[in-house]
């Protein structure tokens, strides 16, 4: 992974569309088939890598679809042979000996292409129908530091003896190694403070939701200050593109996509009832409405094929490595990114 080059990436579609519902092209999909198409297809245009968010719940509502993500990240790991798959996970759903063994094996089965992404919840449903019980903020943070702890040592290849609040591992140590690198990538995905540390202190890359470049260049201040051992940490973030002709047709098509999100509203209204209150990621969002999950549009990739191009290198100056996005309709509009916005990427980084 060099940082020279911006790497761009596409959220898989487990969860459906990442923009409004009511899309007349693009009705909602969230089938292993559409997924094993949507990534097949984003290998061959170029992406660099795939996010595989994780809920066992859509947090949509009852009845949506929601495709798994392990499973999923498993057969994407066989069927392609380039692009990065990223799998996330939430602590509490699998004990970390077991979540060790999973991210070998696919580490495994892609050659050394998997990530893990860590996130700490915010789907309150998803843990507490499941008896599973919803800790308190900084808790779940607690418990995922514990956690990560003991899968980044035992994916190392290390022999694990842990004493925690939460884990008590005496002597474990997975066979086989990772035989491609000394381990799978890890990321985190979080913006509070206790997110901030543990990504400073054990992720590879940290994933910014998307926000205006300066909220981002203090966002990676504050994180790149953090203690540390080992090279730097990394930087990603998530986007939701409205890429056009001109300046004019874009902003367009957002005034149209906003048109259409209305329509949601009654499904989102659902979805923030059952959010943790207390996740700094939803203050984010309020200050700064958007198209998309996790900030979408408000990081600006939204005008003219040169204007989003350069925009992308602003981040990309700022520290921002890898960009992970969204668009509607998605696989139309994964394609003309990849036909006008990567090549003209590309050529102002050469000629910088
Ligand atoms: C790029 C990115 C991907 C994320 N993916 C997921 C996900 O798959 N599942 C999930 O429940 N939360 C996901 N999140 C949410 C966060 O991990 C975290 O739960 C949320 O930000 C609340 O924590 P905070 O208070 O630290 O912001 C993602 C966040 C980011 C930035």
Not at 6 to 30: I, M, T, Y
Request: proline content about 5%; hydrophobic content about 45%; charged content about 25%.
């Amino acid at each position: 992974m060099s940082a020279n080059q911006p790497r761009f990436g596409v959220w898989a579609l487990v969860c459906g569309s990442w923009a409004a519902l009511q899309h007349p092209d693009d009705p909602f999909d969230a089938s292993w088939a559409r997924n094993k198409a949507q990534i097949l297809e984003a290998e061959d245009l170029g992406y660099d890598t795939t996010l595989i968010a994780q809920h066992t719940l859509n947090p949509l509502g009852d009845g949506y679809d929601e495709l798994e993500a392990w499973t999923a990240a498993a057969a994407l790991a066989g069927l392609t042979k380039r692009i990065e798959i990223i799998a996330a996970i939430k602590p509490y759903l699998f004990h970390p000996v077991v979540l060790a063994k999973m991210a070998l094996q696919i580490e495994e089965i892609s050659g050394g292409r998997f990530g893990i992404n860590l996130v700490n919840a915010w789907f309150k449903p998803e843990l507490e129908k499941a008896g599973i019980g919803f800790a308190e903020h900084d808790d779940r943070y607690g418990y995922g530091r514990e956690w990560i702890t003991i899968v980044r040592d035992l994916v190392s290849g290390r022999r694990v003896d842990f004493q925690g609040r939460h884990f008590q591992i005496d002597g474990y140590e997975l066979w086989p190694k990772d035989r491609h690198r000394e381990r799978p990538r890890i990321y985190i995905g979080g913006e509070s403070d206790p997110a901030r540390a543990l990504a400073a202190d054990k992720a590879d890359v940290w994933f910014i939701n998307g926000q205006p470049l300066e909220d981002v260049r203090s966002l990676i201040a504050d994180v790149a200050a953090r203690p540390r051992q080992g090279p730097p940490v990394r930087f990603g973030l998530s986007a939701f593109v409205i890429a056009r002709e001109t300046d004019a047709q874009a902003q367009a098509d957002l005034a149209y996509a906003w048109t259409l999100a209305e329509q949601d509203k009654p499904v989102l209204a659902s979805l923030y009832g059952n959010a943790d209150h207390k996740a700094v990621m939803f203050q984010t969002f309020a200050k700064n409405p958007h198209i998309g999950t996790n900030g979408g549009t408000a990081a600006g990739l939204v005008g003219s094929y040169d204007t989003v191009a350069a925009r992308i290198r602003e981040f990309h100056a700022l520290g921002i490595e890898t960009f992970m996005l969204q668009f509607q309709p998605f696989e139309s509009e994964m394609r003309r990114f990849a036909h006008h916005v990567i090549p003209r990427v590309r050529r102002l980084q050469a000629a910088a």
